[in-house]
């Protein structure tokens, strides 16, 4: 017989809920009994009254959790289901994101770190069903705390990666034991994590006054600094991240080196402008 909820919550924390299952690319019915089950001993402020606007969630407890329920509510004096719930799901949804994230996928993320630990090559499903081998190194997110990534030497591609970890859909724990490579760079990526893996790589940019402004504001995926000189910007940035950094500065940036990469933005801004001129022909 189904076991059907009705909790009202802050919409902040619906908000929150609501991002996750698109994000982490799960739907409601899983995170909800998933946060039941995993937080249902923890211990809890009580459920005071919070001002605002406020959502009702709903959902069906699953077979697994309806299994014992009642006896669980009276063992632990829960009189009013909805109060409960309701404090599962702030006590989760006030963490952050990649916390979040590492309670969501704990399970992947007990058999990456038992591959790091030991030293074991895993095999990797992606959501996308594309398949991989790598030697795990570090679990690492970015500085603003947007997600968690995977930092590996993916075998098939013969070069170190980072690979999100929502994206993963299944590991499998090889046997097979792998010989650390490169130590010095390893320590440099866990000391100093970036998704886009620009240790040692170098790039120079000029900034008009406005680009220099917009460097100073815009903080997601910004490059370091390692010099300047006027109007030039040395800056430790891959490629990949300066094409994703970049491209919102439109002609307040001009990419100096290296010439891939000039080459990469000349060739966008060309093609762009062309449409438009398309455009104001038609």
């Known amino acids: 017989m189904e076991k059907k909820l009705r909790v009202t919550l802050p919409e902040y924390i619906y908000k929150t809920i609501e991002a996750d299952i698109e994000e982490f690319k799960i739907n409601k019915n899983y995170i909800l009994n998933y946060i039941y089950k995993n937080l249902k001993f923890e211990q809890f402020l009580e459920d005071g009254k919070f001002d605002g606007e406020k959502t009702v969630i ?16 009276e063992e632990n004096g829960i009189q009013v289901e909805a109060s409960f719930f309701r404090k599962l799901f702030i006590k989760y949804a006030n963490q952050s994101k990649v916390k979040r994230e590492l309670f969501i996928f704990k399970e992947v993320v007990e058999r990456i770190n038992l591959g790091i630990k030991e030293n074991k090559i895993l095999n990797i499903t992606f959501m996308d ?5 790598i030697e795990p190194y570090y679990i690492g997110n970015s500085k603003l705390e947007i997600a968690n990534y995977i930092f590996c ?4 591609e013969g070069e170190f990666k980072n690979y999100k970890l929502n994206n993963i859909k299944n590991i499998y724990i090889n046997n097979k034991i792998f010989t650390v490579r490169d130590l010095d760079f390893i320590e440099k990526v866990k000391n100093n994590f970036d998704p886009f893996l620009s240790q040692d790589k170098i790039i120079k940019v000029r900034l008009t006054p406005n680009g220099e402004l917009l460097f100073k504001n815009i903080k997601i995926n910004r490059a370091e600094i390692l010099s300047i000189n006027k109007d030039i ?5 891959s490629e990949e991240k300066a094409k994703r950094y970049f491209s919102y500065f439109l002609d307040d940036v001009e990419i100096l080196e290296p010439l891939e990469l ?3 933005f000349i060739n966008k801004y060309v093609s762009a402008l062309k449409k438009y001129q398309n455009l104001l022909n038609n």
Not at 233 to 237: G, M, T, V
């Open 262 to 264: 000039r080459e990469w």
């Open 129 to 133: 069903k594309k398949e991989t081998k």
């Open 233 to 237: 910007y040395e800056l430790q940035c």
């Open 153 to 156: 030497f993916d075998l098939l």
């Open 58 to 73: 709903q959902f069906n407890l699953n077979k697994k959790n309806r299994e014992n329920y009642y006896n669980f509510l």
